[in-house]
């Protein structure tokens, strides 16, 4: 008998992976609490679980997999929905775990609520269709408050296709959102309480709307009255428009002084071999021109150890590339084989103690990089986004992404302060709240004139 689960009222939504999954989840979660469901902490009982997946290693398809155990677990009377990158390409492996209701790949994923009225079922329901070059549209609704910052999901996937990277096969040819499908979201998120978007997707360089490309999308979203930061996330260094370098060099501009763009090798025989579209000296060649034109400018990368090719004169290629360069910090990924890539058919292949320890010695680097880089703004004054408290403890980034917390006794959630950075604590910069900026004289990047004047 089908069993009508819209007229219970739990529903537990978990999120793995990427800024693009977490926007993906915010857009479901308001579908669900429009059908009528009550979203409730993973872990709770529950009626309807649904989980978002990652499958960018074979660490992350693991993860997933205890997930959906330990929710099946703790909940073996829900339905459960299985959703994202990992049902694109391993459903046949969750299908094998018992207790999921349903399998949805990426190109229906945010359509899950025309399946989950199946009811529970003896074997899952795969709905798994091939992902269209077509560009596309998201249908967004709900009034819940949105807190400080959120992502909106711009673009999504990739034609790039390096050779170590199953997202192309997961998320499927690069496409853009329509311009004024975003635009109209972003108003809808600003109105609920965001002051903060950080623009999401696999490639997000690549965005294309009619004429419009990613400059479009920074412009028309600073022009929105109460959005006072734009993010870009994660973007590809060949596909950085310059335009944005002087908007965010532009104190009366939302977008944020911040670039994170995957390096992945110090070593050109290796870029050359990952199909990356690059050399290390072009690019190096913009990160020196970005840090010139961007005043404050935080550059962060990713990194990958361990790949086929990399011996360790390539490793140390890649250590002294990070090492002698302004980086901000770096993301480390050990090298993880998928199979339908063209590094999985690579006959090298390095022992885990040898990735380990790659790893390790990055990311201590990374570490030292991260201290020189929060060090050298001491004694400066920066706007900061709070965001909730512990105690009267109050953490937040500054424009430039460095993570601080002040004391006071106000109620600074979701405000933007002027602080003095005072000394380092750990892996957080200790500052003094000068003053709470006005909300009237934040919009459109006022704050950010204020530090600068």
């Not at 199953?166 to 609920?192: C, F, H, M, T, Y």
């Not at 009255?225 to 428009?241: A, K, Y």
Request: hydrophobic share 35%; proline share 4%.
């Amino acid at each position: 008998m089908v069993q009508d689960l819209s007229s219970k009222m739990r529903a537990s939504l978990h999120t793995l992976g990427c800024r693009l999954n977490q926007s993906e989840s915010l857009l479901m979660g308001d579908q669900l609490e429009r059908a009528g469901y009550r979203l409730v902490p993973f872990g709770q009982p529950c009626d309807l679980a649904i989980i978002n997946t990652c499958t960018v290693t074979r660490l992350a398809d693991a993860k997933c997999r205890t997930a959906i155990r330990r929710l099946i677990r703790e909940n073996p009377g829900a339905f459960v929905a299985v959703v994202g990158c990992y049902s694109q390409i391993g459903y046949k492996e969750i299908a094998r775990i018992p207790g999921v209701d349903l399998i949805v790949g990426n190109g229906e994923k945010l359509n899950i609520l025309q399946y989950v009225s199946l009811g529970k079922n003896e074997h899952p329901v795969i709905i798994r269709d091939r992902i269209t070059k077509e560009d596309f549209s998201i249908e967004f609704v709900g009034e819940r408050p949105y807190p400080r910052r959120a992502n909106l999901k711009i673009q999504d996937g990739c034609s790039f296709v390096c050779s170590f990277c199953i997202i192309p096969k997961a998320r499927g040819p690069a496409r853009s959102r329509d311009l004024s499908n975003l635009l109209e979201e972003a108003r809808g998120q600003v109105a609920r309480g965001v002051r903060e978007l950080v623009l999401s997707g696999v490639n997000l360089g690549t965005f294309r709307s009619g004429e419009g490309d990613l400059v479009t999308v920074v412009d028309a979203l600073n022009a929105l009255d109460g959005l006072e930061r734009i993010r870009i996330s994660s973007i590809e260094p060949t596909t950085v428009p310059l335009e944005l370098l002087a908007r965010m060099n532009d104190p009366y501009h939302a977008l944020l002084p911040f670039l994170h763009l995957p390096l992945q090798s110090g070593s050109d025989k290796v870029l050359s071999s990952m199909r990356r579209k690059y050399t290390v000296r072009e690019y190096l060649s913009f990160v020196h021109r970005a840090k010139e034109l961007v005043s404050g400018l935080c550059l962060g990368t990713d990194i990958m150890v361990g790949y086929p090719t990399e011996g360790e004169r390539e490793f140390e290629e890649t250590m002294r590339t990070f090492a002698e360069n302004p980086f901000s910090y770096c993301h480390v990924f050990p090298f993880s084989e998928r199979q339908g890539t063209l590094a999985a058919r690579m006959k090298v292949r390095h022992d885990v103690a040898v990735k380990r320890m790659r790893s390790a010695k990055l990311r201590r680097l990374s570490e030292r990089k991260r201290y020189d880089y929060y060090r050298s703004h001491l004694g400066r004054e920066a706007t900061v986004l709070f965001e909730d408290p512990r105690g009267n403890f109050w953490p937040g980034y500054t424009d430039n992404y460095i993570r601080v917390v002040v004391q006071s006794n106000e109620d600074l959630r979701n405000r933007i302060g002027r602080v003095h950075l005072d000394r380092l604590a750990g892996n957080v910069v200790e500052g003094r709240l000068v003053e709470v900026v006005p909300d009237q004289l934040t919009a459109n990047g006022r704050s950010s004139a204020l530090s600068a004047g």
